[in-house]
């Protein structure tokens, strides 16, 4: 949703209020919660910018805290890569980086103190027995046998927990608040449970974990974070987090706020389901340029400013819902555009010979950067006598209005000149391979010098100086706009098999042969490109970002 003053961020407007009214002092505190148990995706891009972005405006401080409660699933690669996506995005959280496993001896501590209070009991039951005892939605929880041990014996158990006394799974430390409560969270919900992992911070001090629903809460209010922007699943665990904070009277109390996730049509961001994708080679790892995850984008050659303003532009609702896909790529496409130096890459290569251009001979034609940034200056692509057009720019039966290559026909080659097609050569099995050609010298630089209109321009490389490279055409990872939503099929049935297209014998502009990876830019009448991980000297690999085609301009143009 949009309104004449920009998209609608009702978290600025609640943040903007509390500042006015001198709430928590004037103060604004936010952070960042990752679980190190995966990599990022773009749905997490969307909360590092509002969280990072919303300290930053008001003048505050963002907190990049780990949540890494779950040793078994939680691996320093992870930590290292999310700090590394949060830089790549832009943003720095200087000395407030912060870990939940920081924490542990402040919520064992915690712990005790709530079994001290009555607040919480030892429970030998299963997890199965736990998860039936607590009911659902239509049936109230039923208390356990071992909700009434005395405080002395729930406070010898725990101690043994921690000491290691027990197997995994055997026994758990659980809240005590109310079995009947309407919401699920409060039924009694686990604290510590048993489990031998080896933490990638602390080893193997601990043989009891928190989890998450107890340390996440916890953890902010020791931090000092005011505003704790969370996604809507957590709105029903914002009654638990208070409860722990007002049990152990804590003096600071953060400030919950939901708002609902960044989704896309075509895109899943499940962890699960991303996870399904790469451990079942469904695509090349977590960095696979067709992954929404923050590193595939990056190795796509999507900018981390497309990003940022496609948070922007989003806002930030209590609505949740899907975000169409062209919006990200018209965001991609408006940043390349201003950005992206400008290179001349034939794809699919057709030769042409320009019969009255000397075989020896090299003309070097001068080609603007960039266009929409006259301060990128420019370079000289070099002419010969054989060139490369691409394929598709020729049509020996031409359609009406055809304004590219047939036979009789004239064309303008991209800041070179005029040239003429007079005959087309085949093979022995009637494949054209060759078009013989004529230049007009007098049309230099590609202007006509009596004014004829030549209406055709077609993108060229000389066959001489071309490098021979590998470019990856890259589309959407899916065929249907809500793969996850049509009943009674898998949604990896709608996995696309168009969504990568390999082409080994693309031709390059010189200019291109030696480009650091990560370099972007827009091969001409073609798309906007990026250099791959996989690219070696002598062998250069291109990924295509986006194609030029923008939809979501279409559709603003109509209001929609």
Known sequence: ??????????????????????????????????????????????????????????????????????????????????????????????????????????????????????????????????????????????????????VDENLELFERMRAGEFPDGARVLRAKIDMSHANLNMRDPPMYRIKRAHHHRTGDDWCIYPMYDYAHGLSDALEGVTHSICTLEFED???????????????????????????????????????????????????????????????????????????????????????????????????????????????????????????????????????????????KVPFSREIYIERDDFREVAPKKWYRFAPGQEVRLRYACFVRCN????????????????????????DSPDGRKVRGTSHWVSARHAIAAEVRLYDRLFSEPDPEGIDGRDWKEFLDPRSIRVVAGAMLEPSLADVPVGARFQFERVGYFCADDDSRPGHPVFNRTIGLKDSWAKIEAKGG
């Open 237 to 379: 665990h914002r009654l638990l987090y208070d409860w722990f904070i007002e049990a152990l009277e804590l003096e600071h109390r953060p400030q919950q706020v939901e708002f609902a996730k960044l989704n896309f049509s075509y895109i899943v961001l499940s962890k699960r389901k991303l996870l399904e994708l790469v451990k079942g080679g469904y695509v090349n790892g977590w960095d696979d340029p067709r992954m929404p995850t923050i590193r595939g984008l990056r190795r796509r050659g999507v900018t981390p400013e497309a990003i940022r303003a496609v948070a922007e532009r989003t806002g930030a609702s209590k609505r949740d819902g899907r975000v169409d896909i062209t919006l990200l790529e018209h965001e991609i496409r408006e940043h390349l555009n201003a950005t992206s130096p400008r290179a001349m890459a034939v794809l699919d290569p057709l030769k042409l010979v320009i019969e009255n251009f000397d075989e020896h001979a090299v003309e070097w034609f001068e080609a603007p950067n960039n266009p929409e940034d006259p301060a990128a200056g420019g370079r």
């Open 1 to 150: 949703m949009t309104t004449d003053d920009g998209p609608s961020n009702f978290l600025r407007e609640l943040i903007a209020a509390d500042v006015a009214a001198g709430k928590h002092g004037g103060r604004v505190v936010t952070r960042f919660p990752p679980e190190p148990n995966g990599y990022l995706h773009i749905g997490h891009a969307k909360s590092i910018c509002l969280n990072f972005g919303l300290a930053r405006e008001f003048g505050g401080t963002c907190n990049l805290r780990f949540d890494d409660t779950n040793p078994a699933r939680e691996e320093q690669e992870y930590v290292d890569a999310i700090e590394a996506d949060v830089r790549w995005l832009g943003f720095d959280w200087g000395e407030r980086k912060y870990f939940a496993s920081g924490y542990f001896d402040q919520l064992y501590r915690w712990a005790v103190q709530l079994i001290g209070k009555g607040l919480a009991y030892v429970d030998d039951q299963t997890t199965e027995q736990i998860r039936e005892g607590r009911g659902n939605f239509y049936r109230k929880g039923t208390d356990s046998p071992n909700r009434d041990r005395s």
């Open 423 to 446: 005959e087309v050569i085949k093979d022995a099995a009637g494949n054209v391979v060759e078009l013989r050609c004529t230049w007009d010298p007098a049309s230099r630089g590609g």
